[in-house]
């Protein structure tokens, strides 16, 4: 069992959608929790962070944790093509220079 | 905001010959950088942890004789493939993190797309 479970998709949705992506872990000992978006052929940019449990706002973007579930979620209200991209949720133990565990990243299509 | 530089962007060699990979953190310092390889429509594995100064640390599977890495300034990284083989053809992302920041937002290279022939 992979230690980040995320399923790759492709997801597609219409222009204005809520899109919701997911991903589940297994180590209770996570304690960061990333989101990173990754166009084709580029490196990774990070979206949003959130430390133990609990929801995050950025503009669009809503990262939540749900440590007792083991279950983290990225909401991107209003999606734009723009959006279109591989979405890539990452976790690591400690804070520091912590190695992150990334999940296989969801492939979202957003068409107008 | 935290900029890393990858370069070069995408590189062909020959069969048996090494590539050299170069990772800078633009505007701030980085004691700590990471080297990730990335297959096709596959997620980031990370291969090594780069420490200025000091040997890098290498991830368990990861041949630290053929991924050759140097931190020799608190700027730069380097990754070097060699005797490179067509199935170290992949997609090689370094990321690095300023020393002061309070989250864990490490920011990453453009990457590195290598094809070996």
């Known amino acids: 069992q992979k230690e980040v479970e995320q399923d790759p998709g492709p997801l597609s949705v219409p222009e204005g959608a809520i899109v919701s992506l997911n991903c589940t872990y297994s180590?209770?000992?996570?304690?960061?929790f990333m989101w990173y978006r990754q166009y084709s052929r580029k490196g990774p940019e990070l979206l949003m962070y959130?430390?133990?449990?609990g929801n995050k706002e950025d503009g669009r973007f809503t990262a939540q944790v749900d440590k007792s579930s083991k279950y983290i979620s990225l909401f991107i209200r209003d999606s734009q093509p723009s959006d279109s991209a591989t979405y890539l949720c990452?976790?690591?133990?400690?804070?520091?220079?912590?190695?992150?565990?990334f999940g296989a990243g969801t492939r979202l299509a957003v068409h107008p | 905001g935290a900029v890393v530089s990858q370069h070069p962007s995408w590189v062909i060699c020959k069969s048996g010959t090494s590539v050299k990979i170069e990772c800078r953190s633009l505007?701030?310092?980085?004691?700590?950088m990471f080297w990730y390889r990335q297959f096709p429509k596959q997620s980031l594995m990370l291969m090594a942890t780069?420490?200025?100064?000091?040997?890098?640390?290498?991830e368990q599977g990861v041949e630290k004789d053929k991924f050759l890495i140097n931190h020799a300034s608190l700027t730069l990284s380097t990754l070097t493939v060699t005797s490179a083989h067509p199935e170290d053809s992949s997609f090689y992302i370094c990321?690095?993190?300023?020393?002061?920041?309070?989250?864990?937002?490490?920011?990453f290279g453009s990457g590195t797309r290598l094809t070996v022939v």
């Open positions: 990321s690095a993190a300023p020393g002061d920041r309070g989250d864990y937002g490490y920011t």
């Open positions: 180590n209770s000992a996570f304690q960061y």
């Open positions: 959130t430390y133990s449990s």
């Open positions: 990452a976790m690591s133990v400690s804070g520091g220079y912590n190695k992150l565990i």
């Open positions: 505007d701030f310092q980085a004691t700590t």
């Open positions: 780069s420490n200025e100064g000091s040997k890098a640390t290498y």
